[in-house]
Protein backbone atom coordinates (compact mmCIF):
# COMPACT_ATOMS: atom_id res chain seq x y z
CA UNK A 1 0.00 0.00 0.00
CA UNK A 2 1.29 3.36 -1.09
CA UNK A 3 -0.09 6.25 0.63
CA UNK A 4 0.10 9.76 -1.11
CA UNK A 5 -0.50 10.40 -4.90
CA UNK A 6 2.15 12.55 -5.33
CA UNK A 7 4.90 12.08 -7.51
CA UNK A 8 7.14 9.80 -5.03
CA UNK A 9 3.97 7.99 -3.81
CA UNK A 10 3.13 7.23 -7.88
CA UNK A 11 6.72 6.68 -8.49
CA UNK A 12 6.57 4.23 -5.69
CA UNK A 13 3.42 2.33 -7.43
CA UNK A 14 4.71 2.47 -10.37
CA UNK A 15 7.52 0.94 -9.41
CA UNK A 16 5.18 -2.16 -7.88
CA UNK A 17 2.53 -2.33 -10.29
CA UNK A 18 3.13 -6.12 -11.17
CA UNK A 19 2.24 -6.71 -7.61
CA UNK A 20 -0.95 -5.74 -5.53
CA UNK A 21 -0.76 -2.36 -3.96
CA UNK A 22 -3.14 0.47 -3.85
CA UNK A 23 -2.47 4.25 -3.53
CA UNK A 24 -4.52 6.19 -1.01
CA UNK A 25 -5.32 9.93 -1.29
CA UNK A 26 -6.64 12.56 1.16
CA UNK A 27 -7.47 15.23 -1.59
CA UNK A 28 -9.64 14.98 -4.62
CA UNK A 29 -7.25 14.54 -7.31
CA UNK A 30 -3.88 12.94 -7.78
CA UNK A 31 -0.36 15.08 -8.44
CA UNK A 32 0.46 16.41 -5.00
CA UNK A 33 2.83 19.58 -5.92
CA UNK A 34 3.01 18.54 -9.99
CA UNK A 35 0.19 19.41 -11.10
CA UNK A 36 -1.30 21.63 -14.29
CA UNK A 37 -4.59 23.67 -14.05
CA UNK A 38 -5.91 25.21 -18.33
CA UNK A 39 -5.85 28.88 -17.65
CA UNK A 40 -5.69 31.19 -20.69
CA UNK A 41 -5.54 28.35 -22.87
CA UNK A 42 -2.20 27.22 -21.17
CA UNK A 43 -1.49 24.84 -18.58
CA UNK A 44 -0.55 26.19 -14.91
CA UNK A 45 1.48 24.35 -12.95
CA UNK A 46 0.46 24.59 -9.41
CA UNK A 47 3.93 23.06 -8.32
CA UNK A 48 6.77 21.85 -10.32
CA UNK A 49 7.37 24.52 -13.26
CA UNK A 50 10.29 21.95 -15.51
CA UNK A 51 12.18 19.50 -15.99
CA UNK A 52 15.91 20.07 -15.56
CA UNK A 53 18.13 19.07 -18.20
CA UNK A 54 19.85 16.51 -16.11
CA UNK A 55 16.94 14.86 -14.83
CA UNK A 56 17.12 11.50 -15.52
CA UNK A 57 13.92 9.59 -13.35
CA UNK A 58 11.16 11.61 -14.67
CA UNK A 59 12.16 11.28 -18.34
CA UNK A 60 12.19 7.76 -17.73
CA UNK A 61 8.70 7.63 -16.19
CA UNK A 62 7.08 9.68 -18.59
CA UNK A 63 8.94 7.64 -21.66
CA UNK A 64 7.15 4.79 -19.59
CA UNK A 65 3.91 6.18 -20.22
CA UNK A 66 3.86 7.51 -23.45
CA UNK A 67 4.46 10.78 -23.17
CA UNK A 68 7.41 13.23 -25.00
CA UNK A 69 9.13 15.77 -23.22
CA UNK A 70 9.87 19.10 -24.68
CA UNK A 71 12.90 21.54 -24.48
CA UNK A 72 11.78 25.03 -23.51
CA UNK A 73 14.27 27.31 -25.72
CA UNK A 74 13.72 30.70 -24.80
CA UNK A 75 15.91 30.87 -22.06
CA UNK A 76 16.03 32.60 -18.63
CA UNK A 77 16.80 36.05 -16.82
CA UNK A 78 17.83 36.88 -13.66
CA UNK A 79 16.42 40.37 -12.39
CA UNK A 80 19.48 42.45 -10.62
CA UNK A 81 20.11 45.70 -9.85
CA UNK A 82 16.65 46.58 -11.58
CA UNK A 83 17.29 45.52 -15.45
CA UNK A 84 17.48 41.77 -16.90
CA UNK A 85 19.97 40.09 -17.40
CA UNK A 86 19.61 37.19 -19.90
CA UNK A 87 21.20 34.08 -20.79
CA UNK A 88 20.66 30.18 -21.57
CA UNK A 89 21.44 27.41 -19.36
CA UNK A 90 23.08 25.50 -21.94
CA UNK A 91 24.98 28.43 -23.14
CA UNK A 92 27.41 29.31 -19.94
CA UNK A 93 29.16 32.12 -21.71
CA UNK A 94 25.87 34.11 -22.33
CA UNK A 95 26.45 34.52 -18.40
CA UNK A 96 28.83 37.05 -19.29
CA UNK A 97 27.70 37.79 -22.73
CA UNK A 98 24.02 38.66 -21.22
CA UNK A 99 25.60 40.77 -18.20
CA UNK A 100 24.76 38.54 -15.49
CA UNK A 101 28.35 37.99 -14.87
CA UNK A 102 31.34 40.57 -15.18
CA UNK A 103 33.74 40.17 -17.63
CA UNK A 104 36.79 40.41 -15.06
CA UNK A 105 35.15 37.76 -13.01
CA UNK A 106 35.48 35.12 -15.83
CA UNK A 107 38.70 33.54 -15.21
CA UNK A 108 37.53 33.03 -11.69
CA UNK A 109 33.95 32.00 -12.70
CA UNK A 110 35.40 29.39 -14.96
CA UNK A 111 37.94 27.89 -12.78
CA UNK A 112 34.90 27.39 -9.75
CA UNK A 113 32.65 25.92 -12.03
CA UNK A 114 35.25 23.66 -13.58
CA UNK A 115 36.11 22.32 -9.84
CA UNK A 116 32.31 22.05 -8.94
CA UNK A 117 31.89 19.95 -12.35
CA UNK A 118 34.70 17.75 -11.24
CA UNK A 119 33.29 17.48 -7.51
CA UNK A 120 29.52 16.76 -9.15
CA UNK A 121 31.33 14.00 -11.98
CA UNK A 122 29.65 10.75 -11.43
CA UNK A 123 27.12 11.89 -8.83
CA UNK A 124 23.40 11.68 -9.44
CA UNK A 125 21.50 14.55 -8.99
CA UNK A 126 18.42 13.10 -8.27
CA UNK A 127 19.95 10.98 -5.01
CA UNK A 128 21.10 13.11 -2.31
CA UNK A 129 22.84 10.27 -0.68
CA UNK A 130 25.47 10.84 -3.02
CA UNK A 131 26.57 14.12 -1.57
CA UNK A 132 27.56 12.97 2.21
CA UNK A 133 30.98 14.14 1.64
CA UNK A 134 29.52 17.92 1.45
CA UNK A 135 26.90 17.21 4.16
CA UNK A 136 28.72 18.71 6.39
CA UNK A 137 30.13 22.11 5.20
CA UNK A 138 27.53 25.08 5.18
CA UNK A 139 26.50 26.15 1.39
CA UNK A 140 27.66 29.77 1.49
CA UNK A 141 31.12 28.76 2.68
CA UNK A 142 31.32 25.97 0.24
CA UNK A 143 29.96 28.53 -2.79
CA UNK A 144 32.23 31.26 -1.73
CA UNK A 145 35.12 29.53 -1.73
CA UNK A 146 34.79 27.26 -4.90
CA UNK A 147 32.56 29.60 -6.99
CA UNK A 148 34.15 32.53 -5.70
CA UNK A 149 31.71 35.64 -4.96
CA UNK A 150 30.53 36.67 -7.89
CA UNK A 151 29.12 33.77 -9.36
CA UNK A 152 27.29 32.76 -5.79
CA UNK A 153 25.81 36.11 -5.29
CA UNK A 154 24.83 36.88 -9.09
CA UNK A 155 23.86 33.10 -9.82
CA UNK A 156 23.46 30.82 -7.48
CA UNK A 157 21.63 32.81 -4.61
CA UNK A 158 18.82 33.99 -7.35
CA UNK A 159 19.35 30.60 -8.05
CA UNK A 160 18.46 29.03 -5.25
CA UNK A 161 16.01 31.53 -4.24
CA UNK A 162 13.57 31.51 -7.30
CA UNK A 163 13.60 27.64 -7.93
CA UNK A 164 13.18 26.54 -3.86
CA UNK A 165 12.05 29.70 -2.46
CA UNK A 166 15.02 29.22 -0.06
CA UNK A 167 18.63 30.73 1.10
CA UNK A 168 22.15 29.31 1.43
CA UNK A 169 21.93 30.06 4.29
CA UNK A 170 19.21 27.10 5.23
CA UNK A 171 21.55 24.14 3.31
CA UNK A 172 24.57 22.44 3.35
CA UNK A 173 26.80 22.48 0.36
CA UNK A 174 25.10 19.42 -1.00
CA UNK A 175 22.81 21.73 -2.31
CA UNK A 176 24.43 24.43 -4.20
CA UNK A 177 27.18 21.51 -5.58
CA UNK A 178 24.19 19.41 -7.05
CA UNK A 179 22.58 22.29 -8.50
CA UNK A 180 26.54 22.61 -10.40
CA UNK A 181 26.07 19.30 -11.47
CA UNK A 182 23.21 20.64 -13.34
CA UNK A 183 25.48 22.95 -15.01
CA UNK A 184 28.00 21.22 -15.76
CA UNK A 185 25.41 19.08 -18.49
CA UNK A 186 24.01 22.09 -20.25
CA UNK A 187 21.16 21.56 -22.00
CA UNK A 188 17.42 23.54 -22.23
CA UNK A 189 14.62 22.93 -19.46
CA UNK A 190 11.86 20.11 -20.42
CA UNK A 191 8.54 20.24 -20.30
CA UNK A 192 5.55 18.00 -21.24
CA UNK A 193 2.89 19.65 -23.88
CA UNK A 194 -0.20 19.79 -21.90
CA UNK A 195 1.18 20.12 -18.83
CA UNK A 196 3.61 18.09 -16.14
CA UNK A 197 0.42 16.80 -14.67
CA UNK A 198 -0.35 15.12 -17.50
CA UNK A 199 2.63 12.45 -16.31
CA UNK A 200 0.88 11.79 -12.37
CA UNK A 201 -1.98 11.38 -14.43
CA UNK A 202 -1.21 8.67 -16.60
CA UNK A 203 1.03 6.95 -13.64
CA UNK A 204 -2.20 6.96 -11.68
CA UNK A 205 -4.16 5.71 -14.38
CA UNK A 206 -2.01 2.17 -14.50
CA UNK A 207 -2.45 1.51 -10.91
CA UNK A 208 -5.19 1.41 -8.02
CA UNK A 209 -5.57 4.57 -6.69
CA UNK A 210 -7.76 5.37 -4.03
CA UNK A 211 -9.17 9.62 -3.69
CA UNK A 212 -10.56 11.21 -1.08
CA UNK A 213 -8.94 8.73 1.74
CA UNK A 214 -7.64 10.12 4.57
CA UNK A 215 -5.09 8.27 6.47
CA UNK A 216 -4.73 9.19 10.46
CA UNK A 217 -2.70 6.50 11.56
CA UNK A 218 -0.08 4.19 10.27
CA UNK A 219 1.37 1.48 12.76
CA UNK A 220 3.55 -1.63 12.68
CA UNK A 221 1.82 -4.73 13.73
CA UNK A 222 4.35 -7.43 13.94
CA UNK A 223 5.90 -7.92 10.42
CA UNK A 224 3.01 -5.97 8.85
CA UNK A 225 1.04 -2.31 9.36
CA UNK A 226 -1.99 -1.34 10.33
CA UNK A 227 -3.48 1.62 7.68
CA UNK A 228 -6.16 3.62 9.86
CA UNK A 229 -8.39 5.90 7.69
CA UNK A 230 -11.65 7.79 7.69
CA UNK A 231 -13.08 4.19 6.70
CA UNK A 232 -12.08 2.06 8.97
CA UNK A 233 -8.89 -0.08 9.60
CA UNK A 234 -6.82 -1.88 7.06
CA UNK A 235 -3.87 -4.11 6.87
CA UNK A 236 -0.83 -4.07 4.62
CA UNK A 237 2.33 -6.93 3.70
CA UNK A 238 4.03 -3.66 3.26
CA UNK A 239 3.32 0.44 3.54
CA UNK A 240 5.09 3.27 1.65
CA UNK A 241 4.51 6.49 3.62
CA UNK A 242 5.25 9.00 0.76
CA UNK A 243 3.57 12.58 1.59
CA UNK A 244 4.91 15.67 2.95
CA UNK A 245 7.42 15.73 6.28
CA UNK A 246 5.12 17.09 8.69
CA UNK A 247 1.71 14.86 7.24
CA UNK A 248 3.96 11.69 7.73
CA UNK A 249 5.03 12.58 11.54
CA UNK A 250 1.36 13.61 11.85
CA UNK A 251 0.39 9.94 10.86
CA UNK A 252 3.08 7.55 12.01
CA UNK A 253 2.49 5.69 14.60
CA UNK A 254 5.70 5.42 17.34
CA UNK A 255 8.52 6.09 14.87
CA UNK A 256 12.09 5.63 15.30
CA UNK A 257 14.38 8.60 16.31
CA UNK A 258 15.42 8.54 12.75
CA UNK A 259 12.08 8.82 11.35
CA UNK A 260 11.51 11.41 13.98
CA UNK A 261 14.14 13.47 12.99
CA UNK A 262 13.44 12.87 9.21
CA UNK A 263 10.10 13.77 9.09
CA UNK A 264 11.03 17.46 10.82
CA UNK A 265 13.28 18.45 7.96
CA UNK A 266 11.62 22.25 7.05
CA UNK A 267 10.22 23.46 4.56
CA UNK A 268 10.00 26.22 2.59
CA UNK A 269 6.05 27.90 2.01
CA UNK A 270 4.92 28.53 -1.58
CA UNK A 271 2.81 31.01 -2.55
CA UNK A 272 1.57 30.81 -6.62
CA UNK A 273 -0.24 33.51 -8.14
CA UNK A 274 -1.18 32.39 -11.93
CA UNK A 275 -1.94 35.91 -13.95
CA UNK A 276 -4.56 35.50 -17.13
CA UNK A 277 -3.19 38.28 -19.67
CA UNK A 278 -5.43 40.30 -22.10
CA UNK A 279 -3.12 39.16 -25.08
CA UNK A 280 0.63 37.38 -25.84
CA UNK A 281 3.44 39.21 -24.87
CA UNK A 282 5.67 40.40 -27.09
CA UNK A 283 9.04 38.81 -27.63
CA UNK A 284 10.78 41.71 -26.27
CA UNK A 285 9.17 42.27 -22.45
CA UNK A 286 10.29 40.12 -19.76
CA UNK A 287 13.56 39.89 -21.42
CA UNK A 288 11.98 37.50 -23.60
CA UNK A 289 12.72 34.63 -21.18
CA UNK A 290 10.50 31.42 -20.10
CA UNK A 291 11.90 31.66 -16.51
CA UNK A 292 12.52 35.13 -14.72
CA UNK A 293 14.67 34.53 -11.72
CA UNK A 294 14.89 37.48 -9.13
CA UNK A 295 17.36 38.21 -7.24
CA UNK A 296 16.69 38.25 -3.10
CA UNK A 297 18.07 41.75 -2.65
CA UNK A 298 15.79 43.07 -4.70
CA UNK A 299 13.07 45.38 -3.27
CA UNK A 300 10.21 43.43 -4.82
CA UNK A 301 8.10 40.32 -3.38
CA UNK A 302 8.74 38.16 -6.26
CA UNK A 303 10.90 35.50 -6.57
CA UNK A 304 10.32 34.08 -10.09
CA UNK A 305 7.91 34.27 -13.02
CA UNK A 306 7.26 31.65 -15.34
CA UNK A 307 5.85 32.33 -19.06
CA UNK A 308 3.37 30.00 -20.23
CA UNK A 309 3.70 31.15 -23.95
CA UNK A 310 7.49 30.59 -23.89
CA UNK A 311 7.03 26.82 -22.76
CA UNK A 312 3.73 25.52 -24.67
CA UNK A 313 3.93 27.84 -28.02
CA UNK A 314 0.49 27.77 -29.37
CA UNK A 315 -1.62 29.84 -31.97
CA UNK A 316 -2.96 31.74 -28.93
CA UNK A 317 -3.99 35.56 -28.51
CA UNK A 318 -3.64 36.14 -24.80
CA UNK A 319 -0.89 34.33 -22.62
CA UNK A 320 -0.40 33.20 -19.06
CA UNK A 321 2.21 34.60 -16.36
CA UNK A 322 3.06 31.87 -13.22
CA UNK A 323 4.36 34.39 -10.62
CA UNK A 324 6.12 32.96 -7.44
CA UNK A 325 6.27 34.88 -4.39
CA UNK A 326 9.93 34.73 -2.52
CA UNK A 327 9.97 33.10 1.12
CA UNK A 328 9.44 36.62 3.10
CA UNK A 329 6.35 37.45 1.03
CA UNK A 330 5.03 33.95 1.46
CA UNK A 331 5.05 34.63 5.13
CA UNK A 332 3.73 38.07 5.79
CA UNK A 333 1.03 36.71 3.34
CA UNK A 334 0.15 33.12 4.22
CA UNK A 335 -3.32 34.14 6.40
CA UNK A 336 -4.32 37.26 3.62
CA UNK A 337 -6.78 36.66 1.40
CA UNK A 338 -6.45 35.95 -2.27
CA UNK A 339 -7.23 39.76 -3.43
CA UNK A 340 -4.61 41.26 -1.56
CA UNK A 341 -2.01 37.90 -2.49
CA UNK A 342 -2.80 39.14 -6.41
CA UNK A 343 -2.00 42.45 -5.78
CA UNK A 344 1.10 41.63 -3.94
CA UNK A 345 2.03 39.77 -7.63
CA UNK A 346 0.92 42.34 -10.19
CA UNK A 347 3.19 44.87 -7.82
CA UNK A 348 5.57 42.37 -8.24
CA UNK A 349 5.27 42.28 -11.57
CA UNK A 350 5.35 46.05 -12.72
CA UNK A 351 8.40 46.56 -11.39
CA UNK A 352 10.19 43.96 -13.34
CA UNK A 353 8.54 45.06 -16.61
CA UNK A 354 6.13 48.51 -16.89
CA UNK A 355 5.30 47.35 -20.67
CA UNK A 356 3.00 44.75 -19.18
CA UNK A 357 0.99 47.00 -17.17
CA UNK A 358 -1.87 47.21 -19.87
CA UNK A 359 -1.93 43.59 -20.27
CA UNK A 360 -2.34 42.77 -16.91
CA UNK A 361 -6.13 42.12 -15.65
CA UNK A 362 -7.88 45.24 -14.38
CA UNK A 363 -8.99 42.92 -11.48
CA UNK A 364 -8.38 40.39 -9.09
CA UNK A 365 -10.67 37.44 -9.56
CA UNK A 366 -9.12 35.83 -12.83
CA UNK A 367 -6.06 35.42 -11.21
CA UNK A 368 -5.37 31.59 -9.85
CA UNK A 369 -3.73 31.51 -5.71
CA UNK A 370 -2.37 28.47 -5.12
CA UNK A 371 -0.39 27.87 -1.38
CA UNK A 372 1.60 25.11 -0.22
CA UNK A 373 2.13 25.25 3.16
CA UNK A 374 5.47 22.90 2.50
CA UNK A 375 6.61 23.96 -1.25
CA UNK A 376 10.32 22.43 -0.91
CA UNK A 377 12.33 20.82 1.74
CA UNK A 378 15.60 21.97 2.72
CA UNK A 379 18.87 19.89 3.13
CA UNK A 380 20.23 21.12 6.35
CA UNK A 381 23.92 20.04 7.23
CA UNK A 382 23.61 16.58 7.89
CA UNK A 383 20.78 15.73 6.52
CA UNK A 384 22.51 13.62 3.84
CA UNK A 385 23.85 11.54 6.31
CA UNK A 386 20.62 10.55 8.18
CA UNK A 387 19.16 9.67 4.98
CA UNK A 388 21.75 7.38 4.05
CA UNK A 389 21.63 6.01 7.70
CA UNK A 390 17.95 5.54 7.35
CA UNK A 391 18.48 3.48 3.89
CA UNK A 392 20.89 1.30 5.77
CA UNK A 393 18.43 0.14 8.71
CA UNK A 394 17.32 -3.45 8.77
CA UNK A 395 14.65 -4.66 5.61
CA UNK A 396 11.95 -6.20 8.09
CA UNK A 397 10.20 -2.52 8.73
CA UNK A 398 6.85 -2.54 7.11
CA UNK A 399 6.52 1.06 6.47
CA UNK A 400 9.14 2.65 4.21
CA UNK A 401 9.31 6.21 4.14
CA UNK A 402 9.67 8.08 0.78
CA UNK A 403 8.84 11.42 -0.46
CA UNK A 404 10.51 14.81 -1.33
CA UNK A 405 12.10 15.59 2.02
CA UNK A 406 14.51 12.10 1.75
CA UNK A 407 15.92 13.76 -0.95
CA UNK A 408 16.92 16.88 -3.23
CA UNK A 409 14.17 20.26 -3.58
CA UNK A 410 13.11 19.25 -6.89
CA UNK A 411 11.38 16.83 -8.97
CA UNK A 412 13.66 14.26 -9.59
CA UNK A 413 14.96 13.67 -6.66
CA UNK A 414 10.84 13.41 -5.08
CA UNK A 415 10.23 10.82 -7.51
CA UNK A 416 13.86 8.98 -6.76
CA UNK A 417 12.74 8.15 -3.58
CA UNK A 418 9.25 6.95 -4.38
CA UNK A 419 11.44 4.59 -7.02
CA UNK A 420 13.85 3.92 -4.27
CA UNK A 421 10.83 3.08 -1.80
CA UNK A 422 9.45 0.50 -4.57
CA UNK A 423 12.45 -1.51 -5.24
CA UNK A 424 13.32 -1.96 -1.38
CA UNK A 425 9.88 -3.20 -0.74
CA UNK A 426 9.59 -5.43 -3.90
Request: a positive charge.
Amino acid sequence: MVIGAGIAGLAAAWTLRSQQVSVLEAGDSVGGRMRSELINGYPMETGAQFLGSGYTVVPRLAAAVGLATSPIRAGAAVFQGGAMRRFRSDRPLSQFTGGLLPWPAAPRAAAGLIKAAAAGRGRATSDLTCWTDLDTEPAREWAERVLGPDVTDRVLIPTVSGFYFQSLDQSSAALPAAVCAFAARPGPALTIRGGLGRLTRSLAAEVDVRINTTVTSVRRDGARAVVTTTDGEEVADRVILAVPASAARAILHDPTDLQRRLTATPYSRGLLVGVPLSAALRPHQLAGAYGILVHPGEENPVAAVAVASRAHPAAADRDLLTVMLNQHAADALRAADDATVVKAALAGLRRLDPTVEPLLPPDTDTARVVRHQEAMPTVPTGHAAAVVAYRDRPRADPIALAGDYLGFPWTDSAAATGVWAGRRLR
